[in-house]
């Protein structure tokens, strides 16, 4: 069956990066948009960024755009968000989803992982 194990989550301080990892696996990677969510808590899962299923394309919420880019290597069945300029509101769960096709804003989300922690000290 199909598994995604998010990674790379953990404690930094404001300003600073972190990369998170989603690894795939039961699933052929290439023929799946990916895409990042996040909760914190106390409040509603939101969308983070997405990329297509041929890397082509990519898509962030407006208060990730210019510090978050997100990535995917087929050969390795991994898609990557690599987060910058750090700040507390970003903390929260960082989930990866799997989207067969093409990504929209409509899109139906066929597995989750089981999130990785983001902590942001200030």
């Known amino acids: 069956q199909v598994q995604l194990v998010e990674s790379g989550g953990g404690l930094v301080q404001a300003g600073g990066s972190l990369r998170l990892s989603c690894a795939a696996s039961?699933?052929?990677?290439?023929?799946?948009?990916m895409a990042w969510f996040r909760q914190a808590p106390g409040k509603e899962r939101e969308f983070v960024a997405a990329?297509?299923?041929?890397?082509?394309?990519?898509y962030f919420e407006d208060s990730v755009k210019g510090r978050f880019t997100i990535s995917r290597d087929n050969t390795k069945n991994t898609v990557y968000l690599q987060m910058n300029s750090l700040t507390p509101e970003d903390a929260a769960v960082y989930y990866c989803?799997?989207?067969?096709?093409?990504?929209?804003?409509?899109?139906?989300?066929?597995?989750w992982g089981q999130g990785t922690q983001v902590t942001v000290s200030s």
């Open positions: 039961g699933l052929t990677f290439s023929s799946y948009s």
């Open positions: 989803a799997t989207v067969l096709g093409d990504w929209d804003q409509t899109s139906h989300y066929d597995c």
């Open positions: 990329i297509s299923y041929s890397g082509g394309k990519t």
